[in-house]
């Protein structure tokens, strides 16, 4: 496409905007199960008119934007709050990558600083988000994944025999995104503490929803700043916090440690360059919006509607474990879990719910379908069983559906030359920009 000679109108570009919008996957309706936090239209129109008066807005300048100090600083204070720190240090992000990006700079410098470590290395379980590896490519630290206990939470005695002295942080997850376990964060921190170590608790998911369902009282082992020896925390504010895309918290215990995060340039012509995280301009819509949304919903509305997912999570798991064939993997604490099938291909039971409009989230090693549960879903448990029960019944009979997905799927899962499997995936990213014009193709 070339870049438009002409102007076009508002009533030209709004009809094309939706109708390609309206094309996308049925999130408002429950067919998807990642992605989308949607939390009902009243917490939505909240968002977008927060939103919408800050649109044009910018983190980048607070002395400009003192309204988004403010924001920032208070949904700063109001997590740490929540997350049993109220002092805490932190800063609003991009997003969960973003946050653990930053924790793992600032696990690095601190190291460089305080212990003179020049060849620093981190620890996560294989369970742990691929955001510590991104961290890990591009700040240059040596990343150990570590194995997990039966019950699919990390073995804390690999961690401990994978700590050396150039260790400058441990990481666990409260829950992990793929079976929605937490991981023994008080004994990880434990260790950590012990040998001098930072430890980082991935909350991305959990932050904005496991102290609900505390409230509700399930149980919740311990993995916010009540165990010593937890230095820093992710928050993502645009997943269970129900805020616009683009909002996420990090928090630090100690002030000082935080400091390793920032980055400033003191000789630059344009003046004198500071910023806390790895943006330059940041939306203040984001931040406005995350505001709006913690005193919309408050603890009540937080409760309100932890309660409607926990309901709706235990309704699935049932469901799903009562067909013969599946069967929901390890003790998911939350809303987040994974089921696969000892007898058949549970891509290709993927592949018949695509049939039927689901989208089911794919994963491997072992090879089985995520489900993250939102309030959204209260709705679909009936529907969503019976079609997963027919799907199941139909690939025991015939095997896989037509689509050939399963085959590519089962294909990647088996294959030992991973970094063939890792080009698969650089080459489909490839496609999805910028895509070569067929030359056969006319106008
Ligand atoms: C546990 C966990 N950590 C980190 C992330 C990364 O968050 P984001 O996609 O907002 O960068 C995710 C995303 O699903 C996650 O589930």
Not at 159 to 180: E, H, K, M, Q, W
Not at 258 to 274: I, N, T
């Given at each position: ?350 592949d ?48 896989a559906v037509s689509t050939g997905r399963a085959a590519t799927y ?34």
């Amino acid at each position: 496409m070339q870049f438009p000679q002409k102007s076009a109108s508002r009533e030209e570009i709004t009809p094309r905007i939706t109708d390609a919008i309206s094309r996308d996957a049925n999130w408002r309706g429950g067919k998807i199960f990642s992605l989308v936090y949607f939390a009902g239209d009243d917490v939505a129109d909240v968002l977008k008119e927060a939103y919408t008066t800050a649109f044009y807005t910018n983190g980048l300048g607070p002395g400009a934007f003192k309204s988004l100090k403010k924001f920032e600083s208070e949904v700063i204070s109001m997590t740490g709050d929540l997350l049993h720190h109220p002092e805490a240090a932190g800063n609003m992000t991009s997003g969960g990558t973003e946050s653990i990006l930053m924790a793992v700079k600032t696990a690095r410098d601190w190291a460089r600083a305080e212990k003179e470590i020049a060849h620093p290395q981190i620890i996560v379980p294989v369970t742990a988000h691929p955001a510590f590896d991104k961290a890990a490519h591009y700040l240059d630290v040596d990343i150990v994944h570590t194995p997990l206990r039966d019950d699919l939470r990390a073995d804390v005695d690999a961690i401990r025999r994978a700590i050396t002295d150039n260790t400058v942080l441990v990481a666990g997850s409260a829950p992990c995104y793929p079976f929605g376990v937490i991981d023994p964060i008080a004994e990880i921190a434990g260790l950590a503490a012990g040998r001098g170590v930072l430890c980082h608790v991935d909350a991305c998911l959990g932050a904005y929803l496991l102290p609900f369902i505390e409230r509700l009282g399930y149980a919740v082992p311990p993995w916010d700043f009540r165990v010593p020896g937890v230095t820093s925390i992710s928050a993502d504010l645009h997943k269970y916090g129900y805020s616009a895309r683009g909002a996420s918290v990090v928090l630090y215990r100690d002030r000082d440690v935080r400091r390793h995060q920032f980055f400033a340039v003191s000789d630059w012509p344009g003046g004198l360059y500071g910023s806390p995280t790895l943006a330059g301009s940041r939306p203040g819509g984001a931040i406005a919006a995350a505001w709006a949304v913690l005193n919309f919903l408050g603890v009540e509305g937080y409760t309100r509607l932890a309660r409607v997912i926990m309901d709706t999570t235990a309704a699935l798991i049932e469901g799903i474990n009562d067909i013969p064939q599946l069967k929901v993997l390890g003790r998911p604490e939350m809303s987040v879990f994974a089921f696969a099938s000892g007898s058949l291909d549970v891509y290709a039971v993927a592949d018949a719910l695509d049939e039927a409009g689901w989208h089911p989230d794919r994963q491997q090693l072992p090879p089985s379908l995520h489900c993250m549960v939102t309030p959204v879903h209260d709705t679909i448990v009936q529907p969503f069983l019976s079609d997963l029960r027919r799907a199941t019944e139909y690939v025991a009979e015939n095997g896989a559906v037509s689509t050939g997905r399963a085959a590519t799927y089962g294909m990647l899962d088996k294959m030992s030359d991973r970094a063939a499997v890792r080009n698969v995936v650089l080459d489909s990213i490839d496609r999805l920009t910028g895509a070569k014009r067929d030359p056969a193709a006319r106008d």
